[in-house]
Each structure stands twice: as C-alpha cells, then as structure tokens.
C-alpha cells in the first residue's frame, strides 16, 4: 500500500506522531511537512494520513498562530509557522481517491477537534475516511505523554491493515 503522513507542526510534537505513524505504516510510507506533499508526491497514493495539533478547539489558523506571542503562558519557542499550514493544504489539495484518516496533538481535556476538520477536508477531495485519533500532551505546548510515540507507531501499523 502506498501511503503518506502530512503534518503541520508548530512545536514538533505532531512531527514525531506523524514520523511514528509513518514508521507503522511500513517501509514504503513517508512523513510529509505540508509544503513536501505536493501533487506530485501524492501521485498513486492509496492512504493519506494527516495531522495537526488542536489549537483553540480546532485546527490552528493563520490568525491563531500570529498571536501566539500574546498567549499565555508564553511557549517556550516560537511556533514554526515555517510551512503552509493544515487548512491551507486541504484548501489546495488536488482531487484524488484513496482513503484517509487523520490526528491530532492535544491536552486531554479539550473540546473540539482538528482531527475532525482534517478529515473533512480530505474527504472533499475524494479520500474516503477511515478513521482518527488523538495523541495527548502533558501541557500547552508539550512534549508528548509518555507511551504516544509507541501508540502512534501501532495505529499506523493498525491502519497499514486495514484494507
């Protein structure tokens, strides 16, 4: 099966879930910043995963993440607005088929969730959804709960089953 991890990632939390989840999925599966999954890396893809960190009850926008600086408490390190975010990448992505599902970073007690708004997105362009799933953090900004990484890796393995 032919499958990708694309992430947006502001503190690196997301980025070792989704490097994980790759790593479940097999040998043949990559973990892809936003700005890496293009058309073209996305060509035959049968499984498209996707994942961002739940911020403000949702998936982050431009506008949550240039206030950032005013939150409080104050993250240790700047967000890494670096890269297209989530929601810019749904918005571009071309039509395709295949079957995707999707995850977030969050501390647990929070409602909403960005999962939910990824997969919808993915869904409008033709990926038929699977499934989702959280992966928690101890704080705001991180790092992961112990035991996330090793639970990422098994769904990927779970999903790379499912067909």
């Not at 104050?74 to 607005?81: E, Q, R």
């Not at 090793?150 to 089953?161: P, Q, T």
């Amino acid at each position: 099966m032919k499958a990708v991890v694309v992430y947006e990632s502001l503190w690196g939390n997301t980025a070792a879930i989704a490097r994980a989840v790759a790593e479940g999925l097999g040998d043949d599966a990559r973990a892809l910043h936003t700005d890496e999954a293009t058309a073209d890396a996305l060509a035959g893809i049968e499984l498209i995963v996707a994942g961002a960190p739940l911020l403000g009850f949702s998936l982050p926008t431009e506008q949550m993440l240039a206030a950032q600086g005013d939150a409080m408490p104050a993250p240790p390190k700047p967000a890494d607005i670096s890269h297209p975010s989530m929601r810019s990448w749904l918005a571009a992505l071309p039509a395709g088929k295949g079957r995707s599902a999707a995850f977030e970073t969050r501390i647990w007690w929070s409602p909403g969730s960005a999962a939910k708004t990824i997969l919808t997105g993915l869904e409008a362009a033709g990926y038929a959804a699977i499934e989702r799933e959280r992966f928690m953090v101890t704080g705001r900004y991180g790092p992961l709960k112990d035991g996330e990484i090793e639970r990422a890796r098994a769904w990927g393995a779970k999903l790379a089953s499912a067909r």
